[in-house]
């Protein structure tokens, strides 16, 4: 492979379509190997602007200028960062002779729960939890009843929990409707799923270009409110899980095809593997392996889009943990301990310019002999001092206390023992 300057009539270029942390990572990955970097989003100084050669701001739902930017551009590789762009502009910019990373009906399979969940059930014939799709309330009923309760109700267009919930009972269902209403408007679709009692779920980073597939170790993680809070890799798996989860990532990988990085998220119960959804791109939960991996997810997905070889090396277990801001704020802060910046942690902070409650803000990364001990230090270094909440169950017990309210159970503790 050839590296010809940034910025010259001939560099290669990467233009980004979505500027989060994810995309800041890539940027920096493509930075050092001498990568021009465009980095768009629909706000200013996103974390990727913040590291790139140009920033650009657009609306990234219009067609039109997302295509303009395109064809001013003129970039190398298109990298979809977000789920939330205009799909027929990815589309019509491929049509062009462009090069949509892993390609653009990729990107539309899998920004579409309908489309991708047909894909993978009815096409690939893989295992996942009984489904229905309904447009109406009657509907919504009806699908209830045949999947059975609790099942889990969720918009077919939306990302990080947005618009999605469990119905225990027939009562819930009025809710969970509103709940999806409120997030979907009203033109689109909702799934229904058999709520999965999984024993734990992963995502199964798998890189690939036209020569080769890898496939990182497993990362488990916990999720609370539809967003991810913790991750550790690798997760264990039984061998035979293992195996199943590779046979499922490749199938879905090689049917979507392309150049990149893939999060495939999968639950497990007993040697049981189900496909849940996958992303064409790195995964949140795979922030991981800026500590676990000679080859970061961001570094993988770089080296795949311009078919370098993927080879890596696994260095050491580790965990993440996420900073969520606790409120609404346009000047940011974000509080890290002191002992978040020792010789097996460290911290990323992704400089977003503005925070709302709940807004991921940075990273913390462990290593650690096992994921178990990186983890338990993640969550101590991290504040939270929950010491009674298990580690990924299913969904209806994900819940990691507050800071506050567990230094609230542990004055009680002490007052009332
Ligand atoms: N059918 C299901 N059964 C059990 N848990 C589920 C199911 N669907 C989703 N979940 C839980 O909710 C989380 C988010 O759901 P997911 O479909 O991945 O939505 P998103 O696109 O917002 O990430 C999953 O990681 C899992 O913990
Ligand atoms: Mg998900």
Redesign the pocket.
């Known amino acids: 492979m050839h590296f010809p300057a940034p910025l010259k009539s001939n560099s290669v270029k990467i233009m980004l379509l979505g500027s989060g942390e994810l995309g800041k990572e890539v940027a920096i990955e493509a930075q050092r190997l001498g990568i021009e970097v465009v980095a768009v989003d629909r706000y200013a100084n996103a974390p990727a602007h913040q590291v790139a050669h140009e920033a650009h701001v657009i609306d990234m739902q219009n067609k039109d200028e997302v295509l303009d930017l395109i064809r001013r551009v003129n970039p190398t590789y298109i990298l979809p960062e977000i789920e939330a762009i205009s799909i027929d502009a990815l589309f019509e910019a491929e049509k062009e002779g462009f090069h949509v990373i892993p390609n653009a009906e990729a990107v539309n399979k899998t920004m579409n729960?309908k489309n991708i969940r047909k894909f993978a059930a009815e096409e690939l014939g893989l295992k996942t939890?009984a489904?229905r799709f309904v447009s109406t309330f009657e509907a919504l009923r009806e699908a209830a009843e045949a999947i059975g309760y609790p099942?889990?109700v969720?918009p077919v267009m939306?990302?990080?929990?947005?618009g999605?919930s469990?119905a225990r009972t027939p009562e819930d269902l009025e809710k969970s409707w509103e709940i999806a209403k409120e997030a979907r408007g009203d033109a689109s679709e909702l799934i229904v799923?058999?709520?999965?009692?999984?024993d734990y779920?992963i995502t199964l980073l798998t890189a690939r270009n036209e020569k080769e597939t890898v496939f990182c170790e497993p990362i488990g993680?916990e999720?609370k409110d539809?967003?991810?809070i913790f991750s550790w890799q690798p997760a264990f798996m039984s061998p035979e899980a293992l195996s199943k989860a590779q046979t499922i990532a490749k199938k879905v990988t090689d049917g979507l095809g392309g150049r990149g990085i893939f999060g495939v998220?999968l639950?497990v119960k007993g040697d049981e593997v189900y496909f849940?959804?996958v992303s064409p791109r790195p995964h949140d939960t795979g922030m991981v392996t800026l500590i676990t991996q000679s080859q970061s997810e961001f570094a993988l997905h770089l080296r795949a889009v311009l078919g370098l070889p993927l080879e890596f090396t696994f260095f050491t277990p580790g965990a993440s943990a996420a900073y969520k801001a606790k409120n609404e704020s346009v000047t940011p802060i974000v509080h890290v301990d002191d002992k978040a910046f020792s010789k097996d942690s460290f911290v990323r902070i992704f400089g977003k310019p503005e925070s709302h409650e709940g807004r991921r803000m940075a990273v913390l990364l462990t290593m650690a002999a096992s994921e178990t001990e990186a983890l338990a230090k993640a969550k101590e270094r991290i504040g939270y001092l929950d010491d009674s909440a298990p580690v990924t169950r299913?969904?209806e017990e994900?819940r990691v206390e507050s800071e506050e309210s567990c230094v609230i159970k542990k004055v009680f503790k002490f007052i009332f023992g």
Do not use: M, T
């Open positions: 729960r939890s489904y099942c889990v969720k939306s990302s990080s929990g947005h999605q469990i799923e058999e709520f999965v009692r999984f779920e993680h999720q539809g967003d991810y998220e639950f849940s959804e299913v969904v994900h």
